[in-house]
């Protein structure tokens, strides 16, 4: 463990600017084109290390599968069945353009800038861990994986099938989370999530002349929504945000759907 902490401390600065380079090279969800650029800059990087392949995902960034070429391949009798399989996001839930205004920093020990903590911070310690197992020669006995999917913040809709696929050959599953607080305590489990919409038909009629015969969909949907969030509760971990509404034409019209 010595060996890997003074290598570690011996690399900071490397790791640091590497993170650098990932947290200015922004990739939001909804643009695939940043997001490529990103899967661009870790492929070119570390593909001296590792067999890079990218999958394409029609209307999403490409995803990335990292093979990694460690010691102790030809250990006779050493290799174990399984691989482990490391899995990550090269997506960010922060809009193009947050760079101007919380743009990257150092200060006192700490990083930051959009991405740096879910989960930039974490590929780039992973990919490092990778070189460090190479350059101190430590023999490992199971095929290391790296997947990293374009699309986990708005809940992994296409890299899904992947994700399945590579769980199903692996003994083992690291999830490059951040730690939780100042502790840093290491996850284990995460909430799940699912997406539901919600349509309000109403009737539509003239505000001022004709309201009593109208029936105002957004009003309805503002009394359902109050208690949609109602069904949160905190003691099991379950909570519930309604985050999208659009409703409405003209402000003198009882509006017919929402």
């Given at each position: 463990?010595?060996?890997?902490?003074?290598?570690a401390r011996?690399n900071?600065?490397?790791?640091v600017?590497?993170?650098?380079?990932?947290?200015?090279?922004e990739?939001?969800?909804?643009?695939?084109?940043?997001?490529?650029r990103?899967?661009?800059q870790?492929?070119?990087?570390?593909?001296?290390?590792?067999?890079v392949?990218?999958?394409?995902?029609k209307?999403y960034?490409?995803?990335?599968?990292?093979?990694?070429?460690?010691?102790g391949?030809n250990?006779?009798g050493?290799?174990k069945?399984?691989?482990?399989?490391?899995?990550?996001h090269?997506d960010t839930v922060?809009p193009?353009g947050?760079?101007?205004r919380?743009?990257?920093r150092?200060?006192?020990g700490?990083?930051?800038?959009p991405?740096?903590?879910?989960?930039k911070g974490g590929?780039?310690?992973?990919?490092?861990?990778?070189?460090?197992?190479?350059d101190?020669?430590?023999?490992?006995?199971?095929?290391?994986?790296l997947?990293?999917?374009?699309?986990?913040?708005?809940?992994?809709?296409a890299?899904?099938?992947?994700?399945e696929?590579q769980?199903?050959k692996?003994?083992g599953?690291?999830?490059?989370?951040?730690?939780?607080?100042?502790?840093?305590k290491?996850?284990?489990?995460?909430?799940?999530v699912?997406?539901?919409?919600?349509?309000?038909l109403?009737?539509?009629a003239h505000?001022g002349?004709d309201?009593?015969?109208g029936?105002?969909?957004i009003v309805?949907?503002?009394r359902q929504?109050?208690?949609?969030?109602g069904?949160?509760d905190l003691?099991?971990g379950?909570?519930?945000?309604p985050?999208?509404?659009?409703?409405g034409?003209?402000?003198?019209v009882v509006?017919?759907q929402?």
């Open positions: 463990m010595d060996s890997f902490l003074s290598w011996a900071e600065r490397r790791i600017a590497t993170i650098r380079e990932m947290v200015e090279c990739s939001p969800s909804d643009d695939p084109a940043a997001i490529n990103q899967v661009e870790i492929a070119d990087r570390w593909g001296k290390i590792a067999k392949t990218r999958k394409k995902a209307g960034g490409d995803h990335l599968l990292l093979e990694f070429a460690l010691p391949k250990l006779p050493k290799k069945s399984g691989q482990l399989l490391a899995l990550g090269t922060w193009m947050t760079l101007k919380m743009p990257w150092e200060d006192a700490r990083l930051w800038g991405g740096v903590y879910d989960m590929i780039a310690f992973f990919l490092y861990a990778m070189e460090a197992l190479r101190l020669e430590v023999p490992v006995t199971r095929k290391v994986v997947l990293l999917g374009s699309d986990e913040e708005i809940g992994s809709p890299s899904r099938p992947l994700i696929a769980a199903r692996s003994a599953v690291l999830v490059l989370e951040p730690g939780t607080g100042l502790t840093g290491l996850k284990t489990a995460r909430k799940g699912g997406g539901y919409e919600v349509k309000v109403g009737r539509a505000a002349v309201f009593t015969n029936a105002n969909a309805e949907l503002a929504i109050e208690k949609i969030a069904f949160t003691s099991i379950l909570t519930v945000n985050g999208v509404i659009e409703g034409t003209r402000s003198n509006r017919r929402h």
